[in-house]
């Protein structure tokens, strides 16, 4: 260990590494190849995983929708391809039958699946869009951004069916002036005023939602579109602990038994499991992660046994060097440190420098893919990784000098100076 | 200084063993200058191997300075070499990417001592073999005489009992043997013991004492009239 801390030590291995650039440098390409994988990967994989988790950041992740199709199995005297039809008591229904569901947003849409957009008009503006019947609990299964000074329908714009509205930046874009602040201004929604209480910041990332989507109270559509108790389709949130695939099933079968479908018809009631799909991503990436991980473990161990190879050799080329050290009077052990600790120095130059140049295009390709489209945010490798691989590089950088090292110390000073 | 009693080794060739020392006897008083001289085979430089604890005698005594040299390990010996003895070679052996002073400064950098004292050590003794001005330059830049030169100052650094020099001309053209062998007598000539393995009789007549071996076995020991090398180096 005294050795280890001797600058006697080091210089001597830094003089013999300086010495033999060329070997040097081809040496530690192996090693530095490899920990530039190990980072390039892993940060690239991490980065895929952020980006995901963004996409997804603006929904709950383990929230799913359920809408009602037509049967496709007769029933308890009902034909089969029986319409079905969704009503806002279903909602209570589901709530109280099953735990896990946290939250539970009955929606109705114009514009989206069918049915004409709303026509609004502002003035001398006109648009088409798409109109929303929401209650305030869908804000807490799908944040909604909205702008400063405006307001998310609230539980009061439901009781009183209150004509108010919450727009998207382009309808704002399209009906209000540059500058003018929409917020407290009306505009007719199929012929009826409504005032504007906010305007929403709509985030990408899938779904049927645009930026131009107008939300008005669930109760006020009802009215509006006469559409009674019915229900377009609900939009759960599961509590995060429960299983949502199997809330999924829960759903469907109280549906099942509520609007008295065969238990076992699978057609009556679609959905879709966003959880499920979330999951399903987040595997993919957490299996990219784990590729990413034994890719570049195996890569840094092809290095380190490359370093091993060359300096098994150079151990070869400098038999007559170590004979005259050991004619000098150094000792087996001193020999056998000087292999090692070269070894081991280059595997972490190489390793630092690896981790640098993999760090660096990280950095180039966050830059070149922020704000785009593809799902990938803040590449970075986790330092237990990073330290778990300058580890792993130390324990194998002298694992393997101990075979060049054994090798240099097995050779006898006098056939080592006997040979020309 | 030195003490050889019966000195046995021989070598193992496959089936039949090769008896290369029979039995040597001798022994070296501090501040001699001994050639060991012989044809090739004779044993000689098996010998300064055994010497210089690079190899191990099969049976017989050594002793060095009072210590009997036996049962050595690897360890032990690397320790002995780097207290005791100091080497030159032939072929010089300096290592090739590091300076006169650095290659000159090693064997005391095995011996532990600081970076500082080390070379300013090596210095000292590169000024005594003349090479002060070549202290930075690598063995690649040197002529075969100042090599040999670099060699005589790392052998002497480490102040060693005795020196051992393994055909320290052999690779020298005569002139420059002349001035490497006046170098080895101003340096016997402070007193230091040194044992010179020749088959150049004018370099051996160049010692004090010329112990002749033949087969193994020493033919002839005897004292000379010591030829001054510095009449021949201008």
Known sequence: ?420 | MIQIKDLHKSYRMGSNSLHVLKGINFSVKEGELVAIMGSSGSGKSTLLNILGMLDVADSGEYILDGIPIKNLNETKAANYRNKFLGFIFQSFNLINYKTALENVALPLYYQGVGRKERQAKAMKYLEQVGLREWSHHVPSELSGGQKQRVAIARAMVAEPKVLLADELTGALDSKTSYEVMDLIQKINDQGNTILVVTHEDDIAHMCKRIVHLRDGVIVEDKEIEQVRASQYVQ
């Open chain 1, 1 to 420: 260990m005294r050795l280890l801390f001797d600058s006697n030590t080091w210089q001597e291995i830094f003089g013999s590494i300086r010495k033999n650039k060329v070997r040097t440098v081809i040496t530690m390409i192996g090693v530095l190849w490899g920990i530039f994988v190990y980072i390039a990967m892993s940060g690239a994989a991490k980065g895929l995983d952020n980006g995901f988790e963004k996409q997804f950041e603006s929904v709950a992740i383990n929230s799913l929708f359920t809408w009602a199709q037509s049967t496709s199995m007769p029933y308890a005297g009902f034909k089969t391809g029986r319409q079905l039809q969704l009503k806002l008591g279903d909602a209570q229904v589901l709530q109280n039958r099953i735990p896990e569901i946290e939250y539970i947003a009955p929606r109705n849409v114009r514009g989206v699946f069918g049915g004409s957009p709303g026509l609004i008009v502002r003035g001398q503006k006109t648009g088409n869009y798409a109109v929303y019947g929401d209650y305030p609990v869908f804000t807490r299964i799908a944040t909604k951004k909205i702008y400063d000074g405006g307001r998310f329908v609230n539980d009061k714009d439901i009781e009183n069916a209150r004509k108010v509205c919450v727009i998207g930046e382009r309808t704002q874009e399209e009906l209000f002036e540059k500058g003018e602040n929409p917020i407290g201004e009306f505009i007719r929604i199929d012929n009826v005023y409504f005032q504007v209480v906010g305007v929403h910041k709509f985030t990408p990332g899938g779904g049927f939602e645009s930026d131009s989507d107008i939300y008005i109270p669930f109760t006020t559509y009802q009215k509006l579109y006469n559409t009674g108790d019915r229900v377009a389709w609900f939009t759960i949130a599961a509590y995060d602990t429960a299983d949502v695939v199997q809330v999924e099933k829960d759903v469907k079968a109280v549906l099942k038994s509520i609007h008295r479908v065969h238990p076992e018809d699978e057609r009556a009631f679609g959905s879709f499991n966003l959880g499920e799909i979330f999951n399903r991503i987040m595997g993919f990436a957490n299996g990219l992660t784990f590729i990413s991980l034994i890719v570049g473990v195996a890569t840094i161990l092809a290095g380190v046994i490359g370093i091993g190879a060359i300096l098994l050799i150079s151990v070869k080329e400098r038999t007559k060097e170590l004979g005259v050290r050991r004619a000098l009077g150094a000792t087996p052990r001193e020999i056998r440190y000087l292999i090692i600790l070269e070894c081991l120095f280059l595997t972490l130059l190489a390793g630092i420098i690896g981790v640098v140049l993999g760090a660096a295009v990280l950095n180039l390709v966050g830059n070149l893919t922020e704000g785009g489209d593809f799902p990938y945010t803040n590449p970075t490798v986790p330092i237990p990784w990073l330290l778990g691989a300058l580890g792993l590089m130390v324990v194998l950088g002298v694992l393997i000098g101990l075979i060049p090292a054994q090798r240099a110390v097995s050779i006898r000073p006098i056939d080592a100076l006997r040979e020309e």
